[in-house]
Each structure stands twice: as structure tokens, then as C-alpha cells.
């Protein structure tokens, strides 16, 4: 269902720190699942997706876990960056699988 | 670049008074969302387009409409805007629905005075 509440979970970071970053998905039909950056005022940015086939994917700087077993979903991003300071949302496409349905979000605040 | 736009960046309405918002995308996607985003929440799915088919989900409000012309351009109307429909409004895009990525707009903020 949708998340509703005014707080967003905070994840505050020292620069150059790992971050990890968790969501619980609700569907277990879900196949697909995609991690997005969202800064103040703009769009959600596309980070990484991973498909229900794989366990682990691994980008530039970021690494998605996808623990199938227990629903659970990470993104890590290493030695994060003041520019890495954002809302991140994790998305599936649940069981009709044509759309997206988001987490609530987790706000990671990056300190100098 | 290739992108998924979004004028106003932001637009002011009174209440009461119908406001559309507008989305063009120069990726030839076939899907086209609409989402309603308000302060410190995920987005949340109002419609979107597969190519010409309209797919409304079950709690959005008639108040909202929908309109795509054709595969570039896609219409939020918003009839009847209330205090509670102000928020950020985003569009996006995808290949093909459901395990393709979407692809954000910068987002419309609305504002109901």
C-alpha cells in the first residue's frame, strides 16, 4: 500500500563512509526492481535496477542486494560523497507487473 | 539529449479553477505515467498510457484526466483543483510497462491557492 507520513527515515553519513540503504518490498510476485536518487525539487534519477533472477548487481560506486527469501531489498553506495545527499526510493512491479510501486523513501544526509 | 520534459516547472491555480500540466518525451517510449508526489512521500501512480490505452488507477480521483495525443505528448487536467491536489506532479516514461525503467521529468509544482 502507499506509505504515507510527514518524517522521511534519515540516514545520516560521514563523507566517504559506506551507506546502505533498506526496503522491505511487499510482493512476492515482484520481478523486477529498480533503486532511484531523488534530489530536492527535481525527478527521481534512475541509480540501478535488478531482476528477480539475480541476487547481487553491481554499479558504478553502488551495489543492489535482492534477498528474495525475506523480501528485502539494499542499496550500498561506497565512499559516499556530499553529492550522494538525497531521497532514495526503491521501486518493484509487483504482481500485475506494468508498473512501479514505490517504498517510502529513506533521506541520507552526507556530513563533511 | 533525449529526455522527458515538463512545462510549467510551476504553475499557480485558484482553487476551483481547471489547470492542466503538460509532458513531452523525445525517447519514443510507448508508456507514459503520471504521478502525484507530495512533501517527504513516494510518488504515487495516478495513470498512465500504454501507447493509446488509458489505465486509470482505482483511487485517483475523477477530478483528474488524462489526455494523449499522440506518442510524444501526454496531458494532466486537474477539473477541479483543490487545497489537497497541491504537490509536485511527475511524468515519466518507459519502454514497455512494468520491467523497463521509468524515466522522470523534472516534475511540475503546483500550487492551489
Known amino acids: 500500500g502507499e506509505s504515507v507520513g510527514l518524517h522521511l527515515p534519515t540516514l545520516s553519513v560521514q563523507e566517504g563512509d559506506n551507506s546502505i540503504i533498506n526496503c522491505a518490498y511487499s510482493n512476492s510476485a515482484s520481478d523486477y526492481f529498480i533503486w532511484y536518487k531523488q534530489e530536492s525539487g527535481k525527478g527521481p534519477q534512475f541509480i540501478i535496477d535488478i531482476r528477480s533472477n539475480m541476487d547481487k548487481r553491481q554499479g558504478q560506486r553502488v551495489t543492489v542486494l535482492l534477498n528474495k527469501t525475506v523480501k528485502h531489498l539494499s542499496l550500498q553506495i561506497a565512499a559516499t560523497q556530499p553529492g550522494d545527499s538525497a531521497v532514495y526510493f526503491c521501486a518493484e512491479n509487483g504482481a500485475a507487473g506494468n508498473k512501479l510501486t514505490f517504498g517510502g523513501g529513506t533521506r541520507v544526509l552526507v556530513k563533511p | 539529449d533525449a529526455m522527458v520534459i515538463q512545462n510549467p516547472r510551476y504553475q499557480v491555480t485558484q482553487f476551483g479553477k481547471p489547470v492542466t500540466l503538460s509532458c513531452s518525451q523525445t525517447?519514443?517510449?510507448?508508456?507514459m505515467y503520471w504521478y502525484q508526489q507530495k512533501s517527504s512521500q513516494a510518488p504515487k501512480l495516478l495513470f498512465h498510457?500504454?501507447?493509446?490505452?488509458?489505465?486509470n488507477e482505482a483511487d485517483t480521483p475523477d477530478n483528474f484526466q488524462s489526455r494523449r495525443p499522440n506518442t510524444s505528448f501526454c496531458f494532466l487536467d486537474i477539473r477541479s483543483p483543490g487545497l489537497g491536489d497541491a504537490a509536485m506532479y511527475l511524468c515519466?516514461?518507459?519502454?514497455?510497462?512494468?520491467?523497463?525503467?521509468?524515466?522522470f521529468g523534472p516534475g511540475t509544482r503546483l500550487t492551489v491557492t
Open positions: 498510457y500504454y501507447d493509446k490505452d488509458f489505465n
Open positions: 515519466a516514461t518507459s519502454r514497455d510497462s512494468g520491467s523497463y525503467e521509468q524515466y
Open positions: 525517447l519514443n517510449h510507448n508508456v
